[in-house]
């Protein structure tokens, strides 16, 4: 049986990354070990939210984006044994081109 995953409305699926991401513009960026990270990895995204003309305002994010999210946030999920986290839209605060 096959499982299938869709998000819903301005929500990310995420899957948190080390904490210390190095590229060739940016050197260094370090959050304290003892919190979680705040670097994730977007695996999928909702359509986005419905303005009041019945248009969608889709996220800025797609798959395979380094993003930055706020310190707590989401919800935990575990999708084939790994642990995940759905984010609201506000939760996004970067991407970071590496």
């Known amino acids: 049986m096959s499982t299938t995953f869709r998000v819903w409305g301005p929500r990310a ?3 948190r990354v ?3 991401i190095k590229s060739s ?5 370090t959050f304290g070990e003892a919190e979680p990270s705040q670097f994730a ?3 999928a995204v909702g359509p986005g ?8 305002f889709p996220l800025e994010v797609q798959p ?3 993003v930055i999210l706020k310190k707590l946030c989401g919800s935990s999920v575990f999708l084939n044994g790994e642990a995940c986290h759905l984010v609201m839209r506000d ?8």
């Open 13 to 15: 699926l995420v899957k």
């Open 18 to 20: 080390d904490n210390q």
């Open 25 to 29: 513009v940016i050197e260094v960026i």
């Open 41 to 43: 990895l977007v695996l």
């Open 49 to 56: 939210s419905k303005r009041e003309d019945g248009s969608l």
């Open 64 to 66: 395979g984006d380094t």
């Open 91 to 98: 939760d996004l605060l970067a991407v970071i081109d590496l």
